[in-house]
Protein backbone atom coordinates (compact mmCIF):
# COMPACT_ATOMS: atom_id res chain seq x y z
CA UNK A 1 0.00 0.00 0.00
CA UNK A 2 1.14 3.49 -0.97
CA UNK A 3 0.79 5.70 2.68
CA UNK A 4 1.81 8.70 4.32
CA UNK A 5 2.51 8.20 8.11
CA UNK A 6 2.58 11.27 10.81
CA UNK A 7 3.26 9.40 14.25
CA UNK A 8 2.79 12.77 15.96
CA UNK A 9 -0.86 13.28 16.23
CA UNK A 10 -0.19 16.32 18.57
CA UNK A 11 3.17 18.65 18.92
CA UNK A 12 3.66 22.06 20.78
CA UNK A 13 6.70 24.44 20.86
CA UNK A 14 7.86 27.20 22.70
CA UNK A 15 7.51 30.42 20.86
CA UNK A 16 10.92 31.35 18.63
CA UNK A 17 11.76 27.87 19.70
CA UNK A 18 12.68 24.77 16.70
CA UNK A 19 10.12 21.90 16.29
CA UNK A 20 10.44 18.88 13.83
CA UNK A 21 7.65 17.08 12.50
CA UNK A 22 7.99 13.70 10.64
CA UNK A 23 6.22 12.04 7.98
CA UNK A 24 7.26 8.71 6.53
CA UNK A 25 5.95 7.53 3.23
CA UNK A 26 5.56 4.51 0.92
CA UNK A 27 6.08 3.94 -2.94
CA UNK A 28 7.07 2.22 -5.56
CA UNK A 29 7.60 5.17 -7.79
CA UNK A 30 11.00 6.71 -7.99
CA UNK A 31 10.15 10.68 -9.42
CA UNK A 32 7.88 12.53 -7.36
CA UNK A 33 6.82 15.26 -5.30
CA UNK A 34 6.37 15.48 -1.70
CA UNK A 35 4.45 18.46 0.16
CA UNK A 36 3.98 19.40 3.84
CA UNK A 37 0.48 22.00 3.79
CA UNK A 38 -0.47 24.15 6.59
CA UNK A 39 -4.14 23.93 7.72
CA UNK A 40 -5.44 26.78 10.36
CA UNK A 41 -8.40 26.70 11.56
CA UNK A 42 -9.76 28.71 8.90
CA UNK A 43 -9.69 25.23 6.62
CA UNK A 44 -7.46 26.85 4.21
CA UNK A 45 -5.06 24.33 2.99
CA UNK A 46 -1.48 26.28 2.97
CA UNK A 47 1.40 25.03 0.67
CA UNK A 48 4.17 25.21 3.11
CA UNK A 49 7.27 23.55 1.65
CA UNK A 50 7.53 21.31 -1.59
CA UNK A 51 9.81 19.05 -2.34
CA UNK A 52 11.40 16.49 -5.70
CA UNK A 53 12.43 13.84 -5.09
CA UNK A 54 15.32 13.94 -7.82
CA UNK A 55 16.72 16.69 -6.26
CA UNK A 56 19.17 16.29 -3.53
CA UNK A 57 19.37 19.38 -1.66
CA UNK A 58 16.52 19.67 1.17
CA UNK A 59 14.02 22.26 0.22
CA UNK A 60 13.89 25.55 2.65
CA UNK A 61 11.79 28.40 2.45
CA UNK A 62 12.54 31.04 5.05
CA UNK A 63 11.86 29.42 8.52
CA UNK A 64 10.68 26.59 6.88
CA UNK A 65 13.43 23.60 5.78
CA UNK A 66 12.89 19.75 5.28
CA UNK A 67 15.18 16.56 5.92
CA UNK A 68 14.60 14.46 2.96
CA UNK A 69 16.25 11.21 3.51
CA UNK A 70 15.02 9.02 -0.04
CA UNK A 71 15.97 5.75 0.91
CA UNK A 72 14.57 5.94 4.16
CA UNK A 73 11.27 7.70 2.75
CA UNK A 74 11.46 10.22 5.21
CA UNK A 75 10.62 13.68 4.96
CA UNK A 76 10.47 15.72 8.48
CA UNK A 77 9.91 19.86 8.99
CA UNK A 78 11.75 21.55 10.68
CA UNK A 79 10.24 24.98 12.37
CA UNK A 80 12.38 27.47 13.40
CA UNK A 81 12.14 30.80 14.91
CA UNK A 82 8.12 29.27 15.87
CA UNK A 83 5.44 32.27 15.64
CA UNK A 84 2.21 32.43 17.28
CA UNK A 85 0.84 31.71 14.08
CA UNK A 86 2.46 28.70 12.66
CA UNK A 87 -0.40 26.95 15.43
CA UNK A 88 -2.12 24.91 13.05
CA UNK A 89 -2.49 21.46 11.47
CA UNK A 90 -0.08 19.89 9.61
CA UNK A 91 0.20 17.92 6.47
CA UNK A 92 2.45 15.74 4.64
CA UNK A 93 1.41 14.37 1.54
CA UNK A 94 2.69 13.07 -1.73
CA UNK A 95 1.77 13.74 -5.46
CA UNK A 96 0.66 9.44 -6.91
CA UNK A 97 0.58 9.24 -10.32
CA UNK A 98 -0.92 6.11 -11.77
CA UNK A 99 -2.55 5.43 -14.87
CA UNK A 100 -2.75 8.87 -16.38
CA UNK A 101 -4.24 9.89 -13.16
CA UNK A 102 -3.01 11.97 -10.44
CA UNK A 103 -3.87 12.76 -6.61
CA UNK A 104 -1.93 13.74 -3.21
CA UNK A 105 -2.14 11.22 -0.59
CA UNK A 106 -2.18 12.58 2.54
CA UNK A 107 -1.31 11.46 6.52
CA UNK A 108 -3.46 12.15 9.14
CA UNK A 109 -1.64 15.47 10.50
CA UNK A 110 0.11 16.56 13.01
CA UNK A 111 -1.66 19.28 15.34
CA UNK A 112 1.00 22.05 16.10
CA UNK A 113 0.73 24.09 19.23
CA UNK A 114 2.90 27.35 19.89
CA UNK A 115 3.14 28.70 23.50
CA UNK A 116 3.45 31.96 24.33
CA UNK B 1 -5.28 37.04 -8.75
CA UNK B 2 -8.71 35.05 -7.67
CA UNK B 3 -7.79 31.73 -6.27
CA UNK B 4 -9.69 28.68 -5.51
CA UNK B 5 -13.56 29.07 -4.24
CA UNK B 6 -16.02 27.06 -3.32
CA UNK B 7 -19.76 27.18 -2.53
CA UNK B 8 -21.58 27.06 -0.22
CA UNK B 9 -19.64 27.41 2.76
CA UNK B 10 -21.48 25.82 4.82
CA UNK B 11 -24.30 23.39 4.55
CA UNK B 12 -26.85 21.68 6.90
CA UNK B 13 -29.12 19.37 5.38
CA UNK B 14 -31.56 16.33 6.62
CA UNK B 15 -31.00 12.81 6.31
CA UNK B 16 -31.97 11.60 2.91
CA UNK B 17 -32.08 14.89 0.84
CA UNK B 18 -29.54 15.63 -1.92
CA UNK B 19 -27.28 18.02 -2.02
CA UNK B 20 -24.94 20.10 -4.83
CA UNK B 21 -21.08 21.43 -3.81
CA UNK B 22 -19.66 23.76 -6.45
CA UNK B 23 -16.09 24.37 -7.08
CA UNK B 24 -14.32 27.18 -9.22
CA UNK B 25 -11.27 26.14 -10.04
CA UNK B 26 -8.45 28.96 -11.09
CA UNK B 27 -8.31 30.26 -14.36
CA UNK B 28 -6.22 28.38 -16.78
CA UNK B 29 -6.49 25.02 -14.33
CA UNK B 30 -6.52 21.84 -15.86
CA UNK B 31 -6.52 19.54 -13.72
CA UNK B 32 -9.45 19.60 -10.80
CA UNK B 33 -9.48 17.44 -7.65
CA UNK B 34 -11.94 16.65 -4.88
CA UNK B 35 -11.46 15.55 -1.41
CA UNK B 36 -13.27 14.34 1.26
CA UNK B 37 -11.94 15.51 5.69
CA UNK B 38 -13.52 14.04 8.11
CA UNK B 39 -13.19 15.35 11.64
CA UNK B 40 -9.38 14.50 12.36
CA UNK B 41 -8.79 13.00 9.55
CA UNK B 42 -6.27 13.32 6.78
CA UNK B 43 -7.66 14.45 3.52
CA UNK B 44 -9.29 11.11 1.20
CA UNK B 45 -9.18 11.66 -2.52
CA UNK B 46 -12.73 11.97 -4.23
CA UNK B 47 -12.53 12.04 -7.88
CA UNK B 48 -9.83 13.49 -10.08
CA UNK B 49 -10.19 15.59 -14.04
CA UNK B 50 -7.91 16.57 -16.31
CA UNK B 51 -8.80 18.47 -19.36
CA UNK B 52 -11.34 16.23 -21.57
CA UNK B 53 -9.58 13.04 -20.81
CA UNK B 54 -12.28 10.56 -18.65
CA UNK B 55 -12.27 11.53 -14.58
CA UNK B 56 -10.50 8.76 -11.98
CA UNK B 57 -13.62 8.27 -10.14
CA UNK B 58 -11.89 5.71 -7.78
CA UNK B 59 -11.99 7.40 -4.59
CA UNK B 60 -15.76 8.32 -4.85
CA UNK B 61 -17.18 6.27 -1.44
CA UNK B 62 -20.89 4.94 -3.10
CA UNK B 63 -22.30 5.66 -6.16
CA UNK B 64 -24.53 7.76 -4.38
CA UNK B 65 -21.73 10.33 -4.76
CA UNK B 66 -20.73 12.02 -8.01
CA UNK B 67 -19.40 14.51 -9.81
CA UNK B 68 -19.20 16.45 -13.09
CA UNK B 69 -17.01 19.38 -15.20
CA UNK B 70 -18.31 21.32 -16.99
CA UNK B 71 -16.79 23.16 -19.93
CA UNK B 72 -13.37 22.08 -18.54
CA UNK B 73 -14.07 24.48 -15.41
CA UNK B 74 -16.26 24.45 -12.80
CA UNK B 75 -17.07 21.48 -11.07
CA UNK B 76 -20.29 20.31 -9.10
CA UNK B 77 -19.67 17.32 -6.65
CA UNK B 78 -23.27 15.81 -6.05
CA UNK B 79 -24.26 13.52 -2.89
CA UNK B 80 -27.81 12.11 -3.57
CA UNK B 81 -29.91 10.37 -0.30
CA UNK B 82 -27.30 11.99 2.56
CA UNK B 83 -26.46 9.96 5.19
CA UNK B 84 -24.52 11.19 8.48
CA UNK B 85 -21.39 9.55 7.96
CA UNK B 86 -21.04 11.69 4.76
CA UNK B 87 -20.79 15.18 6.95
CA UNK B 88 -17.43 15.88 6.14
CA UNK B 89 -15.15 19.20 5.00
CA UNK B 90 -15.08 18.46 1.26
CA UNK B 91 -12.11 20.00 -0.34
CA UNK B 92 -11.79 21.18 -4.15
CA UNK B 93 -8.38 22.18 -5.43
CA UNK B 94 -6.91 22.73 -9.01
CA UNK B 95 -3.41 22.66 -10.48
CA UNK B 96 -1.38 22.94 -13.73
CA UNK B 97 0.92 20.04 -14.89
CA UNK B 98 4.21 21.79 -13.47
CA UNK B 99 6.69 21.43 -15.98
CA UNK B 100 10.35 21.41 -15.08
CA UNK B 101 11.08 22.48 -18.69
CA UNK B 102 9.95 25.95 -18.00
CA UNK B 103 10.94 25.71 -14.11
CA UNK B 104 6.67 25.53 -13.17
CA UNK B 105 6.92 23.55 -10.24
CA UNK B 106 3.64 21.31 -9.35
CA UNK B 107 1.25 22.37 -6.75
CA UNK B 108 -2.32 22.15 -6.03
CA UNK B 109 -3.96 24.59 -4.90
CA UNK B 110 -7.22 24.43 -2.56
CA UNK B 111 -10.41 26.43 -2.21
CA UNK B 112 -11.76 26.67 1.44
CA UNK B 113 -14.02 23.84 1.97
CA UNK B 114 -17.44 23.31 2.34
CA UNK B 115 -18.28 21.75 5.79
CA UNK B 116 -21.41 19.54 5.06
CA UNK B 117 -23.22 18.40 8.23
CA UNK B 118 -25.87 15.65 7.98
CA UNK B 119 -28.78 16.09 10.15
Known amino acids: AQTVTQSQPEMSVQEAETVTLSCTYD???????LFWYKQPPSRQMILVIR??????QNATENRFSVNFQKAAKSFSLKISDSQLGDAAMYFC?????????????FGKGTKLTVNP | GAGVSQSPSNKVTEKGKDVELRCDPISGHTALYWYRQSLGQGLEFLIY????????KSGLPSDRFSAERTGGSVSTLTIQRTQQEDSAVYLCASSTPGRRTSGVPYEQYFGPGTRLTVT
Open chain 1, 27 to 33: TSESDYY
Open chain 1, 51 to 56: QEAYKQ
Open chain 2, 49 to 56: FQGNSAPD
Open chain 1, 93 to 105: AYRRRQGGSEKLV
